[in-house]
């Protein structure tokens, strides 16, 4: 669950910062271009946030079939996970959805004051419920508090973590409020301001989507708001939570697991965890997954000039893409429980082999993107010109 967390909050981050960027550039591309991978970001985010809830509420089951979904027993989850974690797991799931409702609102055909309503209104609203979650995370990992400093991998990680959320947030928070503040501010300014902040909180997101990964390991871990988790994950141990003495602690107990046979130890012996490398690809994969969503918006674009959107190759073509994107989500599958490389053949060969198909097919997916940004893919245009373009720009 943590690993997914990360990975969509990733995706999310990325397509939320190229759709700024395209505002901030003036690239071409039309509404359809500049609305879309908001969506899909906003969606990526609340999956990632619905995923952080349901962790939470079933911090004390140890059983898949009593998993809750959707409400539990608060105060056994109080009992077991600090009111800040609760607060900012909340803050966030509520702020993602209010996100949702204004992606697809943008969507529609609305007027000034519906889309301050629809659109404005839930931006502003959601951008303080990152805040909020970014501010809980910092104070649950004792981000300016020195006396409580951890001196240990996972809590620097999340010391950086909780501090990026909170200074995405706040970006997030003031790209939203001139809308809110002052309507008639209109012009270039206004644009580059307004999605700058988006684009400068979207960065900071990635990185520590990116940051999240590198703490992550193949087990139960609790991020940045669940960082009990976190240190029974790095003692080897089994971990019971409890509550303390004081309504505001959360103990905890740990228990050093038996070994029984040479095969648990050897899982034992392999923390699971991620190395920069591996990170790096898995990065480069949601990279992959975000360009080809934006190259099925373009090639809908280019269909449309073309006339061809009642055709058959215009369903071909984008029912490719949606394979090549699930392709890439299994292979995201795989990582989450294979995190190094085998050393037995041929799995070793078909990793490496995974690895080099997916960065060719990510480079040319984004030379694509990119030259139709450029405006080498007009009304025109033709496959035979567009791949000409190509090759000129590699030879």
């Known amino acids: 669950m943590a690993y997914w967390i990360s990975v969509l909050f990733l995706l999310g981050s990325i397509l939320f910062a190229f759709n700024a960027a395209l505002y901030i ?5 039309g509404k359809l271009l500049r609305t879309w991978p908001n969506l899909f970001g906003a969606i990526g985010f609340t999956v990632g946030c619905y995923f952080m809830y349901l962790q939470m509420i079933n911090i004390a089951t140890s059983e898949a079939q009593r998993l809750s979904y959707i409400w539990t027993d608060w105060s056994s989850i109080l009992s077991r996970a600090a009111p800040v974690s609760c607060i900012g797991t909340l803050a966030y799931f509520i702020g993602a959805l209010l996100f949702q409702v204004a992606c697809v609102a943008i969507l529609l055909d609305l007027n000034d004051a519906q889309s301050i309503v629809w659109v404005s209104l839930p931006s502003l609203l ?30 620097e990680l999340a010391w950086w973590a909780s501090l990026g959320n909170l200074v995405g947030g706040t970006c997030f928070l003031l790209g939203c409020l001139p809308v809110l503040i002052d309507p008639s501010w209109s012009g270039r300014a206004s644009i580059i301001y307004v999605h700058m902040g988006f684009f400068v909180g979207s960065c900071c997101f990635a990185v520590t989507s990116i940051l999240r990964l590198l703490m ?64 790096t690809f898995i990065v480069l994969y949601c990279w992959f ?93 033709s496959f035979s010109h567009k791949a000409a373009s190509l090759l000129q720009l590699l030879f």
């Open 126 to 155: 959601g951008s303080v419920g990152f805040v909020i979650g970014g501010v809980c995370e910092v104070k649950h990992n004792h981000v300016f508090d020195e006396e409580l400093h951890v001196e240990s991998y996972s809590h």
């Open 25 to 29: 550039f003036q690239s071409p591309g």
């Open 216 to 279: 992550w390991r193949a087990n139960d871990f609790g991020l940045t708001l669940l960082n009990q988790l976190n240190q029974a994950v790095e003692l080897n141990a089994e971990v019971s939570i409890y509550q303390g003495s004081n309504d505001e602690s959360v103990g905890l107990r740990f228990r050093r697991r038996s070994v029984s046979n040479a095969n648990e130890a050897l899982v034992l012996q392999d923390d699971g965890k991620l190395s920069i490398r591996g990170v």
């Open 289 to 381: 997954i975000c360009i080809a969503l934006i190259d099925v918006l373009i090639e809908a674009i280019w269909y449309k000039k073309r006339g061809f959107t009642e055709g058959i190759f215009f369903y071909t073509g984008i029912g490719m893409h949606c394979f090549t994107v699930c392709a890439i989500f299994m292979v995201l599958l795989m990582h989450s429980v294979v995190t190094q490389v085998p050393s037995q053949e041929p799995w070793r060969f078909a990793f490496y082999a995974t690895r080099v198909i997916m960065v060719l097919g990510m480079t040319c997916v984004t030379i694509d993107v990119f030259a139709a940004l450029n405006g080498w893919l007009d009304a025109d245009a």
